[in-house]
């Protein structure tokens, strides 16, 4: 029976990129693995015919070869001069492997190093800080529970007094090598699971992990400017690796309180200040009292509307790690007077009757302009 094309056994193009052929090989071979499918023959045959498809085309000059002469150019002899079809052999085969199924046979090798020490996981820690502290900074004193190392065997696992010795089935390696007809692969190795060696005699008080669980106090320094949402990392703060492999990172996550009288946006800060209809008419001034606890006063111009803005600057958060500061903006609200007396009411009622378009500029131009709209839909 004919070969199978290459690009058609992965299901590609023929100008398909080296991104794409390794793509469809991962897939495919994700989907055909024999560990996947055991006691599958037709399983077995296409995940071959994948492999030798994939080992041809991600080789330049072989590709070139095949685009030019087919299969052809591997046959002994052949045009190409190639012979045999898999310039890389099974060690080459068993490498791309660690690279695909890494995690499908146990985990790859990223998380240990030599005799089996384990890398600790990383830690995540939510903190809660007010506006004034990250105005000024502060530093915090936290608890953690953590796993930290065993200071009975000293992080290694075993009894004081004893060592972990070499796996007898991977000999050290944490691997072992299974033959699966021309070709070989690589999986944990089930006796030390990775670490390359096992204990006949494990420590009693952490049961051979060669780490505890504890409470850990730590001590946080928040900078002045810190931002909601901000992530602080420190590093071998995390939980105590495997066989005293190294610890993990600890990852605190702040976030602000809302204020009662401010809103933060970056470097600036926003206040909503309510003053009488009267100080807005005539004029005046209030004290602001700002996050570093001085007082700020803004005086009010006669006439000034709600919505109008002051700008105090410098007034605002300090800009991290800078000797800069942003501003802090005041923003008008007139509050429209409530609960009259008898004589109030007589009093505005006879200022209304006092008033003129020119006291009353906005409105009365808005009502001119409404009525000049409906008059012109009516034409």
């Known amino acids: 029976m004919a070969k199978a094309d290459f690009y058609e056994t992965l299901g590609v193009s023929k100008g398909a990129s080296d991104k794409d052929l390794k793509s469809a090989f991962r897939r495919l071979a994700m989907k055909y693995h024999p560990d996947k499918n055991p006691d599958d023959v037709e399983a077995e045959r296409r995940f071959k015919e994948i492999n030798e498809a994939y080992e041809t085309l991600k080789d330049p000059q072989k590709r070139a070869a095949y685009d030019q002469f087919g299969h052809a150019a591997f046959e002994q002899g052949g045009p190409g001069g190639f012979g045999g079809g898999f310039g890389g052999g099974a060690h080459a085969f068993s490498d791309i492997f660690e690279d695909i199924f890494g995690e499908m046979m146990g985990g790859g090798r990223s998380r240990r190093n030599a005799g089996g020490r384990e890398r600790g996981a990383d830690l995540r820690y939510n903190m809660e800080i007010s506006l004034e502290e990250a105005f000024t900074g502060k530093t915090a ?5 953590t796993s930290v190392q065993c200071d009975e065997c000293s992080g290694s696992g075993a009894k004081p007094g004893s060592q972990p010795v070499t796996c007898n089935t991977c000999h050290g390696s944490g691997r072992v090598r299974a033959s699966q007809g021309f070709f070989s692969v690589e999986r944990t190795c089930p006796t030390c699971h990775g670490r390359g060696e096992t204990i006949s005699d494990p420590c009693s008080k952490c049961s051979g992990q060669g780490r505890v669980n504890e409470e850990r106090s730590l001590s946080v320094n928040i900078p002045a400017g810190i931002e909601d949402g901000t992530r602080i990392r420190l590093a071998g703060e995390g ?11 600890l990852y605190i996550f702040l976030s602000v309180k809302p204020h009662e009288f401010f809103q933060r946006d970056g470097a600036d800060l926003y206040c909503i200040v309510p003053i009488s209809m009267t100080t807005a008419a005539l004029g005046g001034q209030f004290d602001v009292v700002t996050l570093d606890g001085a007082k700020t006063r ?12 002051f700008r105090l600057k410098s007034k605002g958060m300090p800009v991290l790690r800078s000797s800069q500061s942003g501003d802090l903006y005041i923003q008008i609200a007139i509050e429209t007077p409530q609960r ?3 004589r109030q009411r007589e009093l505005l009622e006879e200022f209304e009757s006092l008033s003129s378009r020119e006291n009353n500029p906005e ?5 001119s302009k409404m009525r000049h709209f409906f008059d012109t839909l009516s034409d």
Not at 239 to 249: F, N, T, V, W
Not at 298 to 309: A, F, I, S, Y
């Open 141 to 145: 004193q936290i608890r953690v529970p």
């Open 239 to 249: 939980e105590a690796g495997l066989r005293s492999g190294p610890s993990g990172d």
């Open 363 to 367: 409105s009365s131009g808005f009502f």
């Open 340 to 342: 009259l007396t008898k």
């Open 298 to 309: 803004v005086k009010v111009p006669e006439g000034t509307q709600t919505g109008r803005q």
